[in-house]
């Protein structure tokens, strides 16, 4: 949780702070997830003391509910107050959880050795107002008041009055601050301060020990209930089902302890190096000292070593340069240079003062591969962040605490098990009333009212929803698709979109050089080809192909971007480490390359790259400043995308047909990479280390074109068009090229042929002209080579409303969340590229899907993609490096047919977990009906009846019921989502009332029959009451009938047990096979082997107990004999309920077009905002506007979509900006009555 806890003054005070959050993670969804309400309350004697009185008095019960119930908790033993004078905070997510938290404020206490020296350097260091320190250190008692939440220290401000995230340096430092405040390092006393403040730079996970985990498994309601139960049943002599029970929940509680260990020994063993590492930390006297980098605060400088040093900490770069391998972000293995933080003396913020802060920031758990000084100094790094709040941490922080994507199921769950409550507790009305009219014992009745609780509400149900999800995941595991996430699998079953990276995820990973087109005068020359086998010959743009790159050389081994390294080969060049005498110009990344055994013979020597300006996302170009061995002129080279390119180039360099050249190629679906180059002034004038990138980046001459191939990946067209049958949206999310991503959108059937493509453009806000968006349509010409844009109006009568598609970059997806924020969801319906988008772009965009209620789901190959593979609903990494943990899903299958295997098992998943909740349900239904009949004659089953019935027919069937696979193809129509629908409430109302109804009239006709007799259960079965047919059974039952008298009378034996008994039986029996549903989302229920076998098992062993006649049998069961009529009888009533049941669940329950029929005459319609956008524009006729004017105007929402639609993160990106130090200003709003505190975190 990032953010900032605001504190409660006299009235209500709510105050809304800036989240900031880890490097790649969209901060509007940590903003989302991490928000919280803060409440103070302070600790009250009295009402502790009445609290154990009522402990003792209820045994423990009061105990267990608080533990269940935190809030519960504090409202009983504590009195509400301002932030200020409490002790204990409760906490309240904001989301649709509510998830209650209780913390304890906790105190630090800064006991420092009163020696003259440390008391001048700690006066010093609390005198400065500016210091984070001055404003949490108490005085004179040099005290800390802080909380922790979910591994994050909360500090409070004394002047803030808040509690503040426990952090030194804040964003609000400039480059200068950071530089020289910080950059000669810190005392060993600032140093203690701020470790006892922040904590120690340790990521320490906790490997619970074994009896705490079952302490705390059994006190889950669901184990509490289950012990009651047993309870009961001991009581009442139901030994072996309650022992059976026990085995059962012992080794549920066994696998779910083991399963939860395993995964804290993972998690620690993915931590454990990074606690026990030893760095060497600079101190302000100038001396060295080698100390464990759990002693490292924000604010120590430490030296930066190359030979694969971990990273310990996150850290901004000072001094030096050095090569970092990122992949346990990124999820690629692609060394990435890290630049020194330039110490520019500017008053604005260090991160918004450079062009991309991150090429300066070393992150936790990186690996160091190379470091270089400048000069004959050494690389030195700045302590950002430490332990949980790095960037390690965070992802840490996620896997331990992950948001609970599927609390609305459990909700549900929770819901239905109140009405089984409800049904229970009539039910126990009923029996004290029958049981008091028969004369039963008072200590009797209280056990049979109990009993029914039990029966009504079975202690298996909640258990029932994980079942499919436990059996889909070992389903996915063998396809090769792992899950640290089991919970989304059910999620993954309600993907109604799904967006996909391009590069590596459509497309293959490996680029092929195609061709290059360089320039002629006023023109371009013709394509030289690759694939000829010549060689290129020595130019500017062989210069530029040979050292504009961020290649390094790693054990002799070329390492770095896959399309640097197809460039630079082409070259048949070779890299050097730069092995002369750095001068001082030169940068610490110098190398040299020269040409190798296999190239062109030239007259150069060699080139040495001096500076290097590393690739940025954001400026989506590198360029090197190189100078040829034995020349004195300095050369820039650039590369990046085309557009970029041209704008730093002088026009004149610019051939007229560049634009015509450059859509004919990425029409066609190639990697287009742009060149330029310039040449500086005399390389003695000319210091490099001072050469501003913004000068040496203008005033360029135009090179030309290289032209890579990105082939589709086989599976890519097979799948897209299997989700699009499925009518699962799927969108495209790159930071490639508009129209290369257009043309592979169009290509992979992403965007039909015949539909059009709409291009919204939007410039940002000047001085005096507001921002604009326009509209225009991309259509192809006659010339194949061309692309028309009509920018003032679009046809609309050419085409149909539906068949248009909305097409977009980074650059104008920021603009419309600035300023045309109303028109986003419009547009969002009918998007389906966004191209040049950044990391953090793509985790909000998923977010603003999400906003309009749809699930998403998002598959990259991690690089760049981790941000939103946590931020979707459901991420697929197909990446298998480090940073996939930190994605839900990774597959091992290299391509996207990994997708609709998992929504497909996730579709099987979420039917399983419904069926199984549904039977497990009317399960409990019809045992509780069957029991309330016999009540009514002071009668109920037998402990080996009820034995038989839950352990040999229900939970064999709950077991076995959802082996069934998934179908292997997607239905256009998804399963239904929650619990508490009328397709399954009616179901499960329908078959009690059949159940009922069955039971009922079995206790009615049983009764009428001539031979019943409720003093002789042996009379129905005597040669007088037998047919002609019923004969032959006489003589197996004399000598029952001889020693009737000499038999002690048993309570459960009677006619309407027998009866009501072998009717339960079979009732569960039909309804596991009328609940097995299989198409269309899981195989027939014949293709689940195991659970046929389990039918065909069951329905014998009952039709054995029905027809045959085993005294031995009879006895264990507490079963009589009946005329073999009344049991044929008996059957046929069976078969006619099942098929009852059968047909109420095809013709009604499953049948599709009924509901359809039935939501159009009653008029309902989807309540999610994506389906009432839609509705919105069907009705508008100007949709998509016909001009680029006036852009409000096209915006007409109702206002039930509007209400709950808000751009959370621009206007928390205002509320920044006008704070100081990452605080956020307060605004108070008074509560009415002024007696509720409540305040936000």
């Known amino acids: 949780m990032d953010g900032i806890l605001c504190c409660s003054r006299e009235h209500e005070a709510r105050q809304e702070g800036e989240l900031k959050c880890a490097e790649g993670q969209n901060s509007a969804s940590r903003q989302r997830d991490e928000t919280k309400d803060i409440f103070g309350y302070k600790s009250s004697r009295c009402r502790s003391v009445l609290f154990i009185i009522g402990s003792v008095l209820t045994c423990g019960f009061l105990l267990l509910l608080f533990y269940w119930r935190p809030e519960w908790d504090v409202w009983a033993k504590c009195i509400q107050c301002t932030l200020q004078e409490a002790d204990i905070v409760l906490l309240r997510t904001t989301d649709e959880f509510k998830i209650w938290t209780k913390k304890k404020v906790m105190w630090i206490h800064l006991s420092l050795v009163s020696d003259p020296a440390r008391a001048e350097q700690q006066h010093s260091l609390l005198s400065d107002e500016t210091s984070l320190l001055h404003r949490i250190i108490m005085k004179p008692d040099l005290k800390v008041r802080y909380i922790e939440i979910k591994k994050i220290r909360y500090i409070w401000d004394l002047n803030e009055k808040q509690f503040v995230r426990a952090e030194v340096l804040e964003d609000s430092h400039s480059c200068a601050d950071i530089c020289y405040t910080f950059g000669s390092g810190l005392t060993t006393t600032e140093e203690t301060i701020r470790r006892l403040i922040f904590g120690p730079n340790t990521i320490e996970i906790q490997i619970a020990p074994i009896w705490k985990l079952l302490c705390k498994e059994v006190l889950n309601p669901f184990y509490t209930f289950q012990i009651f139960s047993v309870c009961l049943w001991l009581s009442e002599d139901y030994t072996e089902y309650s022992v059976a029970l026990i085995i059962m929940s012992l080794t549920s509680i066994a696998f779910s302890v083991y399963d939860v260990r395993q995964q804290s020994i993972k998690l620690y063993k993915l931590v454990e190096t990074h606690n026990n590492m030893m760095v060497t930390v600079c101190r302000k006297d100038g001396a060295y000292e080698k100390v464990p980098s759990s002693e490292l605060a924000p604010g120590d400088v430490f030296l ?461 806000a000047k001085e005096s002209v507001p921002a604009v968006i326009s509209w225009k349509l991309m259509e192809n010409g006659k010339n194949n080579d061309q692309i028309c844009t009509d920018e003032t109006k679009i046809p609309i009568d050419g085409f149909e409303k539906k068949n248009f598609h909305f097409v977009m970059t980074g650059k104008s997806y920021d603009i419309l969340i600035q300023h045309f924020y109303h028109l986003l969801p419009k547009l969002l319906i009918s998007a389906t590229v966004f191209a040049r988008m950044s990391p953090n772009q793509k985790g909000s965009l998923i977010e603003e899907f999400q906003k309009l209620d749809y699930y998403v789901g998002m598959c990259g190959d991690g690089a760049n993609d981790c941000g939103a593979l946590k931020t979707a609903h459901a991420g697929i990494s197909l990446s298998e490096q480090e940073a996939s943990v930190a994605s839900p899903f990774t597959s091992k299958i290299p391509n996207i047919d990994c997708v609709p295997h998992l929504i497909k098992e996730g579709r099987a998943a979420l039917v399983s977990s419904f069926c199984i909740f549904k039977y497990m349900a009317l399960y409990s239904l019809i045992q509780y009906v069957g029991v309330l009949c016999l009540y009514w004659e002071a009668n109920t089953f037998g402990n080996y009846q009820f034995l038989f019935e839950d352990l040999a027919i229900t939970t064999v069937i709950g077991i076995t019921m959802s082996f069934n696979h998934a179908h292997p193809q997607l239905d256009p129509n998804r399963p239904p989502g929650q619990l508490i629908s009328p397709p399954l409430l009616l179901s499960v109302i329908l078959n009690v009332i059949l159940s009922l109804a069955l039971h009922v009239f079995g206790f009615i006709m049983v009764q009428q029959q001539p031979w019943y007799t409720q003093t002789d259960i042996y009379r129905a079965c005597k040669p007088t009451n037998l047919t002609n047919d019923d004969i032959t059974t006489s003589n197996k039952t004399a000598d029952a009938t001889a020693i009737s008298l000499a038999r002690n009378k048993d309570s459960y034996r009677s006619y309407e047990n027998t009866t009501i008994f072998l009717l339960s039986l079979f009732n569960c029996i039909t309804t596991a096979i009328v609940f097995s549903k299989g198409k269309p989302y899981r195989k027939p229920i014949y293709t689940n082997y195991i659970f046929m076998i389990v039918l065909l098992a069951q329905v014998g062993t009952c039709l054995y107990f029905l027809f045959g006649e085993q005294d031995t049998l009879y006895d264990a069961l507490d079963l009589v004999c009946t005329p073999r009529s009344w049991r044929v009888y008996l059957l046929i009533l069976i078969l006619v309920h099942f098929f009852v049941t059968m047909a109420v669940e095809e013709i009604i329950i499953e049948n599709r077009c009924l509901w359809v029929f039935l939501k159009k005459c009653c008029k309902v319609k989807s309540t999610r905002h994506y389906k009432k956008m839609q509705r919105i524009i069907a009705k508008e006729p100007n949709w998509p506007p016909e001009s680029d004017t006036e852009c409000a105007a096209f915006c007409i929402m109702g206002e039930e979509t509007l209400e709950a639609y808000s751009n959370q993160s621009y206007e928390h990106d205002k509320i920044s900006t006008k704070a100081s130090n990452g605080f956020a200003s307060s605004t108070s709003r008074q509560n009415e009555d002024g007696s509720h505190k409540k305040d936000d975190i």
């Open 304 to 764: 930066v070593m190359g030979n694969k040093q971990i990273l310990s900490c996150d850290a901004v770069l000072i001094h030096g340069g050095c090569i970092v391998n990122e992949s346990m972000l990124t999820g690629e293995s692609i060394p990435v240079t890290k630049t020194p933080l330039p110490s520019l003396a500017i008053p604005c913020c260090w991160k918004s003062s450079t062009e991309d802060y991150k090429r300066h920031i070393l992150f936790c758990g990186t690996q160091v591969i190379q470091s270089k000084a400048t000069g004959q100094g050494e690389v030195k790094a700045v302590v950002y962040r430490t332990g949980f709040t790095t960037t390690k941490g965070e992802l840490v922080r996620s896997i331990m605490f992950p948001k609970p994507m599927d609390f609305k199921l459990y909700q549900d769950a929770f819901r239905f098990l109140v009405c089984l409550t409800v049904i229970a507790a009539f039910g126990m009305i009923y029996s004290v009333s029958i049981l008091v009219l028969n004369g039963v014992s008072a200590g009797k009745i209280v056990r049979k009212v109990l009993d029914v609780i039990t029966i009504a509400v079975s202690p298996a149900l909640p258990a029932a929803v994980t079942i499919g999800i436990i059996y889909a995941q070992k389903r996915l595991k063998k396809k090769g698709i792992f899950c640290i996430s089991p919970q989304r699998i059910n999620i993954c079953g309600q993907l109604t979109l799904i967006c996909f990276d391009k590069t590596g995820t459509l497309t293959e990973d490996g680029l092929d050089l195609w061709g290059l087109v360089s320039t002629k005068g006023k023109g371009l020359q013709n394509i030289f080809k690759f694939s000829s086998g010549d060689m290129l010959p020595w130019g500017p743009f062989f210069g530029a192909m040979a050292s504009c790159h961020s290649l390094v050389l790693l054990d002799n081994t070329l390492q770095g971007d896959p399309l640097d390294l197809k460039m630079f080969e082409a070259t048949r060049w070779e890299l050097k480490e730069n092995t002369m005498l750095k001068q001082q110009n030169e940068e610490a990344h110098s190398f040299i390359v020269k040409p190798g055994p296999r190239a062109n013979k030239v007259s150069k020597e060699g080139i040495i790259v001096l500076k290097q300006y590393p690739f940025s996302p954001a400026l989506q170009r590198m360029s090197v400043v190189t100078q040829v061995i034995g020349k004195e002129k300095l050369t820039v080279y650039l590369k990046g995308a085309p557009e970029m390119v041209i704008r730093l180039c002088k026009p004149e360099t610019v051939p007229r047909s560049f634009s015509t050249e450059l859509q004919r190629y990425t029409k066609q679906g190639f990697r287009v990479i742009g060149f330029a180059f310039k040449s500086l002034w005399n390389g003695r004038d000319i210091t490099v280390a001072n050469l501003k990138r913004e000068d040496v980046e203008s005033d360029l001459v135009f090179l030309g074109l290289l032209i890579l191939e990105n082939k589709l990946k086989p599976q890519t067209i097979p799948v897209l068009s299997e989700l699009s049958n499925a009518r699962i949206r799927t969108v495209m999310i790159t930071g490639d090229n508009l129209q290369t991503a257009v043309t592979v959108a169009r290509n992979a059937g992403m965007i039909p042929l015949t539909h059009k493509i709409i291009l919204i453009e939007a410039s940002k």
